[in-house]
């Protein structure tokens, strides 16, 4: 977990991409594909356990992280998201 | 009971106990044709299991793993559960039972109840949970753990403040709360009469109470903890959220012991037996703990490391070189506190005797199991003997079977085991009740009646879309008419409303008039997880002659409102995202076919020694014909060899038995001489040629290929006329040939186990020496037995045995596997030395006879069969099972099951457990007529396919094959909608059904849609 | 497994195309990891809300606002 | 079959950037089985062209199809109406199909290469491709115990291994084996070494491509389809 955090620190600054302002009216979109079995069902406990988190998440439950297609996560990144991750 | 009918037997089946073992042999036979009634004593289902965190040796999470099985058995439309109830008499016969089953007041109307919890949140009341073993609390109304079935809350009577108050005007916060009015203060529980064929009992074992061993501090010392309280630490759910902290000062502890044998193997405080999972489940936690926080260092002091099962050497290897574990043999003696830091000094004698102390931030006990507290009491309501321990009495032969006729039982009240053996056994039990019962199958089990489907292929799209309020779960954070009215708009959507409670009876009934009235054709219901739900508003709407695929749940409580509580409006914004990405899924829902598929009922068994034959006899008993396969001559397989079990019964005359039983049977077909020649075939439908000739056409394969004994190269086996195996010294013995006073009998352990390349307990053989020197001493006392040992491993209730040797004067001498004994010849003895540890010094000993305890390999045919069967085998060339924990008799595929040595090592009573458990596997598919496949798999367009075979090798189920003309197809009746096959197809020739590429493409769509800025 | 490589390889994707590959990532967890779940979000989440808006997102909204203007 | 890797993203960029509207164009046969050039990996394609020319301001339009091969005129045809509406076809087959497609376009719209052809070869695990073939068009095989030693020598010895061979591995990469120590491996195996002492004649090499463009013509089947089309013309059934 600690290692999670530290790289999170470390890309503060994006090498990659061109350093640009903020517009006020941006929040954060964040896609995650969610394997039915393990994610989709521990972000259930999250919520039955009444954790709260950010509400910038949005889930796409999956069979599987196995049937993620390459195309799903370009599409996303290709209508605007800013965010995309796997979880299973 | 007439005497004169041919058949009275009930078609319906008790199961005390919803631990996993009672689930599994509830799901067996409710799958196969029996009506079940589940009484448990807890408010849910869910036993043990549900309280550990993750399970050796695989770190599998168990809540994962055992969530679905409880929502399964919760639904099933043939299992009846009984929560707080117990059993308070039983009358009448095996094929016959009247039970009288008391159910205590929950307060809470569970027709009524939708488990929302406003309830709980709304209690004033904290008490502490005995679910989390006091290390956190809960309300005087809550449900035992989050994942609860039945999803109904309870009212704690001993701790509700209105139901403490005479008047009961007190409080009632909860009943105020209820929008479903389901709190009865009234409620006085009641008492129902259940008619059953058969009975099983599976209540499970209770833990230790370690604070009777007072030196070792347990509720004394805040940072002494039980390991069951170490589990719920760990759990990521827990107390600590997973954290590991010590409860006295939520400080992270660094050295931290295990005491191991806490209640257990002790004659004086606790129990004699071995509870056979505290080794391993003190490794796991250490592992775990340390995967947790890599700062702790653990360490675990046992007095014999029993690593008997399949992997778990390996495991604590793993555990040892990769997690830096310290293993210390020692004796503790006792524990006392540091005044002021709450950490913990231990006093324990290391093996050589010296005295040692040593300071720890924490400590676990590893407690033991036993029996319930009113052990005596239940068996005497079953009517069934026990042994002095109050464990139920059983045969090795028949470990499932109890005094009474009828009666069964499974799982830890069996004997001490660990979570693939009870589900074994909850399996071997369905088993035995289905061949009991045979002729009663489906005489008792209900079926729904559905009106037929609507052809809604090439309508445009009407959604209807239900949001739910969920009382004020949903409605007070998301503002419910907003959804409706952002969803209202959307292209297809034809109908939008909302509901108080979906899922509530009389909305379920205003939903189905909706679709006829509205004449919809797709459905989205915006409320809880499709976890829990799908299925029930599936049913809905396939009521309302919908297909059930033509149906979408969006999850707005559990992943938005209980989340983003006081987020109102960001929390309405994602609840309105959510809903469109539904619908845009919806939109291209089409309505998809479940095939069926016909079962040939019969079963081909592949060997013929005590797995395959005890597998056989059930089967054949069960009404399906049997074929079963032996390379040999004849029927009998290793067992020939052996003559006595532990326990001193005689396993010639047990061998006998069965194979005339075998032969007499007129259901099963005996091919002796014969292999396996060629195989095809699936689930339900396998062909199979035999070397004979024979073409044998079956719907389930038993895969009972069986072991062999290693033939010793060391130790001056073959060389030394005074050099026997146990397996010849048993024959001997068996022959009549006594031993003389004098003589001397070393034995060594291992010979051929755990070391590389077979770094694997063969289980078997501790008790092998165990017995031979027990009968050794028997038949002469003068005679002198001396076993060398690495660990003597005769867990669970065998460890009575390794009491009565060293009561009869046989003499254990440990060795460690880089000091092994050394063997020369010396006339005509050989002298054995070897180093002990106790005395510190090495030992030069005179034998008469050397006898060496040889490990267990898998037979040389298991990997031809497993070629054949294409099912894989573990790097020591055992079967791999499907799942190592929850299902240790299949195989990934379906259809294919597996018992007895080819699996891994063990004992006959685990052997016949595991064959009958087969037998219970393989009924549950030859029982149906028909076998339906999930609308849920990948379709294959062969079109598009250019069998690059990428899907071939990376499927886990062997769905996709090279067809007759040599192209890929797809066996969609071994698909199990995985995906993995359509993530890697460069034709995207594969698509999941329901989570097709548009669908999701769709989803991302809507997903971004209404967002600020970004415009398509 | 496979989704764990297929990520890596998808990252590698997106920083050709100056997307950073900071913005996809792959987490494992099991059914009994609700608080994991929550934390894991809020550390993405956060960890976008440092990189800002993607700048596919910023390019649309140029676009978008060119084209009010140009109007 | 023909092995081929995608060309470096900013070199396909270069070539793209400068046209209106693009079609990344797949080939569903032996580039789909590498990973290279499919319908799949020309979506992907595509989505990266798209994502690069809105980040860059650019109005470019930029679709992606496939078709089963780009090396036979039949499969093409159903796409040809809508090919002819783009700018750029930018083809993800092997050079066969680039080519190909650029000679049926006739100078219409230029047809730029996606991926790099790269050999011929065998599949032994899925994601894994090794050359065994050079395609020279005279094989020796039978004398070389089934190993070629024209691509699996580094230096395509035709007379035994180099002074470089090392334990049965290549001086110029020790990942390498040595062909001609397989070979000889092989050959004992196949007790047919001595055929390694046989003397032959010179190589000829006039059947590589030192040759010029080569061409194979079956003239069974060529005929048989020429009159085929002959009688479909007299009965009227011809285009």
Not at chain 1, 60 to 66: A, K
Not at chain 2, 482 to 490: F, G, N, P, R, S
Not at chain 2, 534 to 555: H, V
Not at chain 2, 671 to 679: D, F, L, N, S, Y
Request: one cysteine or more; aromatic letters at 8%.
């Amino acid at each position: 977990m600690a290692d999670v955090a530290e790289a999170a620190e470390q890309i503060l600054v994006s090498t990659v991409e061109a350093p640009h302002d903020t517009p006020a009216d941006w929040t954060p979109n964040v896609l995650a594909f969610a394997c039915h079995y393990c994610a989709f069902a521990a972000a259930d406990l999250a919520g039955v356990m009444r954790l709260s988190y950010s509400p910038s998440v949005k889930i796409i439950r999956l069979p599987c992280t196995g049937k993620l297609d390459h195309i799903h996560i370009l599409s996303a990144f290709e209508k605007g998201v800013d965010g995309v991750f796997a979880a299973g | 009971m007439s005497l004169l009918s041919n058949s009275t037997k009930r078609g319906s089946v008790l199961i005390v106990g919803g631990g996993i073992g009672g689930m599994q042999a509830a799901l067996d036979l409710a799958d196969s044709g029996f009506k079940v009634h589940m009484v448990q004593r807890d408010p849910s289902i869910g036993g043990t299991m549900v309280m550990l965190d993750k399970t050796f040796p695989t770190g599998d999470c168990a809540m994962c793993m055992i969530s679905p099985k409880m929502v399964e058995a919760g639904r099933h439309l043939n299992i009846d559960v009984h929560t707080l109830a117990e059993v308070i008499s039983v009358e009448g016969d095996a094929g016959d039972f009247r039970v009288k089953v008391k159910v205590a007041p929950r307060f809470v109307d569970a027709d009524k109840c939708t488990g929302c919890g406003d309830c709980e949140v709304k209690c004033p009341k904290k008490v502490p949970s005995n679910f989390d073993q006091k290390l956190g609390q809960r309300k005087a109304i809550y449900s035992l753990f989050p994942q609860a079935v039945p999803n109904t809350r309870a009212i704690d009577s001993s701790q509700c403040i209105c139901l403490n108050d005479p008047d009961k005007k007190r409080c009632r916060l909860c009943e105020k709360a209820c929008k479903a009015g389901a709190i009865n203060y009234e409620d006085k529980g009641k008492e129902i009469e259940l008619n059953v064929g058969s009975i099983i009992l599976s209540p499970g074992l209770e833990l230790y109470d370690a604070r009777v061993r007072q030196e070792l501090g347990l509720g004394r010392w805040q940072n002494v903890v039980s390991s069951i309280q170490f589990e719920r630490i760990l759990s990521a759910s827990g107390p600590y959220k997973g954290v590991v902290q010590r409860p006295s000062d939520q400080k992270h502890p660094v050295k931290v012991a295990w005491i191991q044998c806490v209640g257990s193997r002790d004659n004086r405080n606790a129990n004699p037996w071995c509870s056979s999972v505290c080794c391993m489940y003190a490794t796991k936690q250490s592992i775990i703990a340390k995967e947790h926080d890599k700062n702790i260092e653990p360490t675990i002091f046992f007095m014999e490391m029993r690593a008997f099962g399949k992997d778990f050497d390996k495991y604590v290897e793993r555990a040892k070189n990769e997690y830096g574990v310290r293993y210390q043999r020692a004796m503790v003696s006792a524990i006392r506190e540091e005044p002021g830091t709450g950490n913990l000094f231990m006093k324990y004698a290391a093996e050589d005797g010296s005295l040692m102390t040593e300071k720890f931030d924490m400590v676990v006990l590893s407690v033991g199991f036993q029996p319930h507290c009113d052990a005596e009491a239940f068996a005497k309501t079953f009517g069934i003997e026990t042994t002095p321990y109050l464990f139920p009495k059983t045969s090795p032969f028949a470990p499932v079977r109890t005094s009474r006729e009828g009666v069964f039982v499974t799982g830890i009240y069996q004997g001490p085991k660990d979570i693939p053996e009870t589900v074994m056994q909850g399996s071997s039990v369905a088993g035995s009740v289905m061949a009991l019962l045979a002729e009663a199958r489906g005489t008792e089990t209900i079926e729904k009646e559905l009106p037929p489907e609507k052809d809604v292929a090439g309508e445009a799209p009407r959604i209807g879309v239900f949001v739910c309020h969920c009382g004020t779960n949903i409605s007070s954070t998301v503002n419910i008419d907003e959804v409706v009215a952002a969803v209202k708009d959307q292209p297809g959507v034809t109908y939008v409303t909302n509901t108080i409670y979906a899922c509530a009876q009389d909305n379920q009934d205003m939903i189905k008039q909706t679709i006829k009235e509205q004449n919809l054709n797709r459905v989205v219901i915006a409320s809880c997880t499709p976890r829990t739900h799908e299925k029930l508003f599936q049913e809905t709407i396939r009521e309302a002659g919908l297909n059930k695929y033509l149906f979408d749940l969006a999850d707005i409580r559990e992943q938005c409102s209980w989340c983003h509580k006081g987020q109102n409006e960001v929390a309405t914004k994602k609840a309105i995202g959510i809903v469109k990405m539904s619908v845009a899924k919806s939109r291209l829902q089409e309505p998809l076919k479940s095939e069926t598929v016909g079962v040939t009922p019969e079963c081909l068994i592949i060997g013929g020694g005590i797995a395959g034959m005890t597998a056989a006899l059930s089967l054949a008993d069960q009404g399906f014909p049997v074929h079963i396969v032996e390379k040999d001559s004849e029927l009998g397989g290793l067992v020939k060899g052996v003559y006595r079990t532990l326990e001193g019964l005689d396993v010639q005359e047990f061998l006998k038995d069965r194979i005339e039983a075998v032969k007499e049977h007129p259901g099963i077909t005996v091919h002796t001489g014969a292999e396996v020649k060629q195989t095809d075939g699936f689930v339900g439908n396998f062909k199979t040629l035999l070397t004979d000739g024979s073409a044998v056409e079956h719907g389930a394969v038993i895969l009972a290929t069986g072991g062999i004994e290693y033939q010793p190269t060391e130790y001056l086996y073959g060389q030394s006329p005074n050099v026997l195996t146990q397996r010849q010294l048993e024959k001997r013995i068996a022959e009549g040939e006594n031993p003389k006073a004098g003589e001397r009998y070393i034995m060594v352990q291992c010979v051929g186990s755990r070391e590389e390349p077979n770094q694997y307990c063969s289980r078997v053989c501790c008790q092998d020496a165990v017995k031979n020197a027990i009968a050794v001493k028997q038949l002469n006392p003068e005679a002198e037995v001396m076993i060398i040992y690495r660990d003597i491993r005769t867990y669970g209730l065998r460890e009575d045995f390794y009491k009565q040797a060293r009561d009869l004067g046989v003499i254990f001498i440990r060795y460690d596997v880089d000091r092994k004994p050394e063997v020369a010849q010396s006339g005509n003895k050989v002298t054995v030395r070897t180093w002990d540890y106790m005395l510190n010094r090495e030992l030069s000993l005179e034998a008469d006879w050397l006898v060496l305890s040889t490990g267990l390999r898998p037979h040389p045919t298991t990997d031809q069969v497993g070629a054949m069967y294409k099912v894989t085998r573990n790097p020591d060339g055992y079967f791999l099972e499907a799942h190592v924990k929850l299902r240790p008799v299949d195989f990934p595929s379906e259809g294919l099951f597996v018992a007895g040595l080819g699996h891994a090592p063990k004992n006959i009573d685990e052997t016949v457990t595991q064959a009958l458990a087969a037998s219970g596997r393989a009924g549950v598919v030859l029982s149906h007529k028909r076998l339906a496949v999930s609308g849920i798999i990948a379709k294959h367009k062969r079109e598009l396919c250019m069998s690059c075979l990428s899907c071939l090798r990376v499927c886990p189920f062997g769905s996709p094959y090279i067809a007759e003309d040599g192209k890929i197809s797809h066996n969609e009746i071994k698909c199990m909608g995985c995906g993995i096959c359509a993530g890697i197809c460069p034709a995207k020739a594969f698509q999941v059904n329901n989570f097709r590429d548009d669908q999701i493409l769709a989803m991302i769509d809507a997903a971004v849609e209404s967002e600020p800025g970004v415009l398509n | 497994m496979f989704a764990a490589r297929r990520i890596e390889y998808v990252k590698t994707l997106l920083k050709k195309v100056g997307i950073d590959p900071a913005r996809l990532e792959m987490y494992n967890l099991s059914a009994a990891m609700g608080p994991r779940w929550a934390e894991m979000c809020d550390e993405f989440v956060d960890r976008i809300r440092n990189l800002g808006p993607s700048p596919i997102w910023l390019a649309s909204r140029k676009q978008s606002e060119k084209g009010v203007t140009e109007q | 079959m023909i092995v081929g890797k995608q060309k470096p993203f900013d070199e396909i960029w270069d070539m793209v950037k400068g046209f209106k509207k693009v079609l990344v164009y797949g080939c569903n046969t032996c580039v789909a089985i590498c990973h290279a050039g499919g319908s799949k990996e020309a979506e992907l394609l595509a989505s990266m062209l798209r994502m690069r020319a809105k980040q860059e301001g650019l109005d470019l339009l930029i679709d992606s199809a496939g078709i089963e091969r780009h090396c036979e005129p039949e499969f093409f045809e159903p796409l040809d109406e809508k090919v002819k509406t783009y700018d750029l076809i930018l083809s993800t087959a092997c050079g066969v199909g680039v080519n190909f497609l650029a000679d049926r376009l006739a100078g219409a719209i230029p047809v730029y290469p996606g991926i790099n052809t790269s050999f011929y070869g065998a599949v032994p695990e899925a994601g894994f491709f090794v050359e065994l073939c050079g395609g020279c068009g005279n094989c020796i095989l039978h004398l070389t115990g089934g190993i070629c030693p024209i691509v699996r020598c580094s230096k395509s010895l035709m007379n035994g291994p180099c002074g470089g061979t090392d334990k049965g591995k290549c001086e110029v990469s020790s990942e390498t084996d040595c062909a001609w120590f397989l070979i000889v491996e092989r050959m004992k195996k196949l007790g047919t070494l001595e055929k390694l002492f046989e003397v032959q004649p010179p190589r000829d090499w006039s059947t590589a491509t030192h040759g010029g463009p080569r061409r194979i013509s079956l003239e069974h089947i060529r005929a048989y389809e020429a009159e085929e089309e002959k009688k479909a013309t007299l009965t009227g059934e011809g285009k």
